[in-house]
């Protein structure tokens, strides 16, 4: 900023104000004409801004030319300078997102209304408005080798699917590990979060918070959203008629927390997500009667799948991946038709979905199909008519009494602190480039994180997704133009899934490894099995047709983890040392030697085949 002062036959006295780079002085080319500094010191001891007078008979373009010489140095200070960003929600992703934060040398702020970390993982008595509510008896749906972060691993004692206080001990673990609570401010609500005025040019934001009742803003460089989807009911009393004279009892599923209340009731269970079917089976246990309406029905599978392994680990490979993706859409229908009844057959048990046009998560419950044989929960079609005491369905006149209902229909997702312009939510779907940033702003400076239910565990997902999203937000990697962007999503919504329940989860749904894939292909992060066949073909057969394991995404590129191969070779060890408590000794076959060669033989040219 330039300031005369006074102007005497031609002479000009111009005070500029300049910031010192830090370490060195800021010194003008060398060319200019001599600068007096003045240090100038604060009344609290803090120095000021320095004033620096030139004394000069030049021309004002000589000024001007000046004035942008030390503005360009002082912009290349700026530029790096580490970027302050605001991380919403203390999670498994924001958990995720605080670390890639600190891996890039950005200054992460997370802000957690509650007073402590984990999110949907940690279990309270009662619901907490703005956070996930989970029931008492909660296990993961995948895997402790599928849903860890993919440079942490579980411990190996841990059961292979975890209940949710040690997975709450875990991503503690993992925040510890990492020192990450550092950057935590809990008690704190985040109140809005808003453009700047020169949002257009800088891509700054405000955020205002709250904490002890004191409100408090400040200026971020970046936003990154990690409050999820599990926060706001979707309960759809409209389509339920007669439903305000019913004298019984009815909440969201995301008010239960114990099966004690069912005890001898009559309990109508709506939606067969794995919140409602969990719900459903625990109720059978202590209820007088369970019935589970359902619309379009579920793939039910058990979490022990082939030979007892994990299904996650048996299902979720490379090589399956590419195999579904490359077969015509009918057959991979009829394959996982054929594979999903290989438990049970669904249609006699009144389950088999009626969309089987994509691959959609399964439900994964244990019980369901011993409850269902024994009578203890039985499988309706969708409500027609809620009365006082009872409920009519569909498919008959006959009304059943009914004490209970619970709505397992899913959520809708709201981002209350951001005005509704920034991310536009039409339809159950938000129009945010590759589930991450919204595709209209002028500056990609907030990502969304974890806004997605990949067929797969969120958990390495939301760090692979923070991975990239960092990178944007640092300006290392470049968007699309906004255009294209938004034709992306258009595209997305076309085929978004109609039908009741659970509607808006299912918008979320992508497939697992294609979509990560994706984001690791774009940080130069997705391991080459052509490469790794030729210097490490034990690490290529074990990537390709082993689990798909979050390990692999730490393979190589920015972010890298030593220590993934040597997890990626370990993996079934830790999945068996949970299980294997009683130790069995095994004598060596030649027959299963000899097969393990001709097996070997086999998958490279299998190999080849794919690929060439």
């Known amino acids: 900023m330039a300031r005369f002062i006074h102007n005497q036959h031609y002479k000009i006295f111009v005070s500029i104000y300049v910031s010192s780079l830090p370490g060195k002085a800021l010194r003008p080319p060398w060319w200019a004409p001599k600068v007096h500094v003045q240090s100038r010191q604060g009344s609290s001891g803090v120095p000021r801004m320095p004033r620096t007078t030139l004394a000069l008979d030049h021309s004002v373009p000589f000024l001007q030319t ?75 749906n995948s895997c402790k080798e599928m849903s860890c972060y993919p440079d942490f691993p579980f411990p190996e004692d841990y059961p292979n699917y975890v209940p949710n206080s040690q997975f709450l001990d875990y991503l503690k673990m993992y925040a510890n590990r990492f020192n990450l609570l550092e950057c935590i401010q809990f008690k704190t609500k985040v109140c809005s979060v808003r453009k700047r005025p020169d949002f257009t040019a800088t891509g700054q934001w405000e955020v205002v918070t709250l904490c002890e009742g004191k409100q408090e803003s400040a200026i971020f460089d970046a936003v990154m959203v ?36 069912f005890r001898d009731k009559s309990v109508l269970v709506i939606g067969m997500g794995n919140s409602g079917t969990d719900i459903a089976v625990e109720a059978s246990h202590l209820a007088k009667k369970v019935f589970l309406s359902t619309t379009g029905g579920a793939w039910v599978i058990s979490r022990v799948f082939d030979s007892g392994y994990p299904w996650d680990m048996v299902f979720m490979t490379r090589f399956q991946n590419t195999f579904r993706n490359s077969l015509p859409t009918p057959i991979v229908n009829w394959l996982i038709a054929k594979r999903m009844n290989s438990w049970f057959n669904h249609a006699n048990y009144g389950l088999i979905p009626e969309d089987r046009v994509q691959l959609r998560e399964p439900v994964l419950n244990d019980e369901l199909p011993g409850r269902i044989i024994t009578g203890k929960v039985l499988i309706k079609p969708r409500v027609k008519e809620v009365k006082e005491n009872s409920v009519v369905f569909s498919n008959t006149p006959k009304e059943e009494p009914i004490d209970i209902i619970v709505f397992a229909t899913g959520y809708t997702f709201a981002f209350p602190f951001l005005d509704e312009t ?99 292909t774009a940080i130069n992060a997705k391991p080459n099995l052509f490469s790794l066949l030729l210097t490490d073909p034990r690490l290529a057969l074990a990537i390709f047709f082993g689990p798909c394991t979050p390990y692999q995404f730490r393979l190589t590129g920015p972010g890298k983890w030593e220590g993934a191969r040597n997890a990626i070779m370990t993996q079934w060890d830790r999945t068996f040392k949970a299980t294997k408590t009683r130790i069995v000794q095994e ?26």
């Not at 942008?68 to 290349?76: A, S, Y």
């Not at 600190?102 to 907490?128: A, M, Q």
């Not at 994180?449 to 565990?457: A, E, F, T, Y």
């Not at 060596?588 to 190999?607: C, E, M, T």
């Open 587 to 612: 004598s060596p076959s030649l027959f299963a030697s000899l097969l393990k060669v001709f097996s070997f033989l086999a998958l490279l040219v299998a190999i080849f085949l794919i690929f060439l």
């Open 422 to 520: 920034v991310v536009k939510v039409e339809d159950g779907q938000a129009s945010l480039y590759k589930y991450i940033f919204p595709a209209h702003l002028p500056k990609p400076t907030l990502a969304v994180i974890g806004l997605i239910k990949p067929l797969g565990s969120l958990l390495p997902t939301g760090d692979t997704q923070a991975r990239w999203a960092v990178r944007v937000l640092k300006g290392v990697i470049k968007l699309p133009p906004s255009s294209i962007m938004i034709e992306e999503v258009n595209e997305r919504k076309k085929n978004k899934p109609s039908g009741f329940g659970l509607c808006y989860c299912k918008a979320l749904e992508t497939d697992y490894i294609t979509y990560i894939d994706e984001l690791l």
């Open 226 to 261: 990690c409050t999820g989807f599990l926060t706001n009911p979707n309960l759809p009393l409209d389509s339920f008629p007669g439903i305000n004279n019913f004298k019984g009892q009815y909440f969201h599923s995301r008010e239960y927390k114990h099966p004690d209340i």
């Open 66 to 140: 000046v004035a942008r010489t030390w503005h360009q140095e002082f912009q290349v200070h700026k530029d790096n300078m580490a970027k302050r960003v605001a991380i919403v929600g203390a999670g498994a992703t924001g958990l995720a997102s605080i670390k890639c934060c600190l891996e890039e040398g950005l200054k992460p702020t997370c802000f957690e209304r509650s007073d402590d970390l984990g999110g949907l993982w940690r279990f309270t008595e009662h619901v907490e408005e703005g956070r996930a509510s989970l029931y008492k008896s909660v296990v993961s």
